[in-house]
């Protein structure tokens, strides 16, 4: 079994940062794509920022610019510095690993972490 645990959310002014992290532990052989996924109050839940095991990215459209996401492989922990946050910004935010085995990916979610930001 995989466990994500998250931490860094919290209660941010507009235009403060924060830095969220996430380290995936448990049976684990390699991890192909980790990400940062947010869900907002009676919204779905959608992408972030993702990135591959060779650290390629991807970002939403909303959040170039302001957001990085980077990766330990060794500690197979993801992270995502957020910057110049907008209370558009606020949901709570899972990370999602995806988990190679001899048969495939298999996903895995952390249970979130709330992030508020205030105008």
């Known amino acids: 079994q995989v466990q994500l645990v998250e931490s860094g959310g919290g209660l941010v002014q507009a235009g403060g940062s924060l830095r969220l992290s996430c380290a995936a532990s448990?049976?684990?052989?390699?991890?192909?794509?980790m990400g940062w996924y947010r869900q907002a109050p009676g919204k779905q839940r959608e992408l972030v920022a993702r990135?591959?095991?060779?650290?390629?990215?991807n970002y939403a459209d909303s959040v170039k610019g302001r957001f990085t996401i980077s990766r330990d492989n060794a500690k197979n922990t993801v992270y995502l510095q957020m910057d110049s946050l907008k209370p558009e910004d606020t949901g709570v935010y899972y990370c999602?690993?995806?988990?190679?085995?001899?048969?495939?990916?298999?996903?895995?979610w952390g249970q979130g972490t709330q992030v508020t930001v205030s105008s």
């Open positions: 990135i591959t095991s060779s650290s390629s990215t």
């Open positions: 999602n690993a995806e988990v190679k085995y001899t048969w495939g990916f298999r996903p895995y």
């Open positions: 448990g049976s684990i052989f390699d991890i192909n794509r």
